[in-house]
């Protein structure tokens, strides 16, 4: 029973440990169109302007699984509208289509079955994310260290501290 406990607690510091090492990870999930979807009569260029997409982030393409689909396809088949020979074909049926961005190069997608000429076409490039931001020196009598801490080190280790507790409590 000794060594049970002494396994959960190492357990639990490692995870402890993990927790804290992790980065930050701010992958975001773009609904293509936004609250129109992937649709017809969308401007696509006009709403991926301004946004950077980035290795890791996903998109999420949302329409009527009965008229059209989502292909991935190559620069001259996006300008041309060509859907006979799609890199892939990310239509699963449902009318909700996850694209995992995890390369950084350029994407061209579109809609065959003829939408594509109504301007059902998307092209992004996905870039690496930028580097953290540097933090500056830590001035001395700062009050900045405090919420660093706590949002870093004191949440994560309450929540393993909380796990291990919960996991004493079933042994019992």
Not at 36 to 43: E, F, I, L, P, Q
Not at 68 to 86: A, G, Q
Request: aromatic share 12%; with cysteine.
């Amino acid at each position: 029973m000794e060594g049970l406990r002494r396994s959960i607690l190492l357990v639990a510091a490692a995870l402890m440990f993990a927790a804290v090492m992790l980065p930050e990870v701010a992958a975001v999930r773009y609904i293509v169109g936004s609250n129109m979807g992937w649709t017809s009569n969308v401007n696509y260029t006009i709403w991926a302007q301004g946004k950077h997409f980035y290795n890791g982030d996903w998109l999420f393409f949302v329409y009527d699984r009965n008229q059209m689909n989502v292909l991935e396809v190559n620069k001259t088949d996006y300008e041309n509208c060509i859907s006979d020979h799609p890199l892939h074909n990310w239509t699963t049926g449902a009318g909700r289509d996850v694209v995992p961005l995890n390369v950084t190069r350029n994407f061209y997608f579109i809609s065959g079955k003829g939408f594509c000429f109504g301007g059902m076409k998307l092209a992004i490039h996905v870039e690496n994310p930028p580097p953290p931001p540097s933090s500056s020196p830590i001035k001395s009598g700062s009050s900045n260290l405090l919420p660093d801490f706590r949002g870093k080190i004191f949440v994560p280790a309450l929540f393993a501290v909380a796990a291990v507790w919960d996991s004493l409590l079933l042994l019992l």
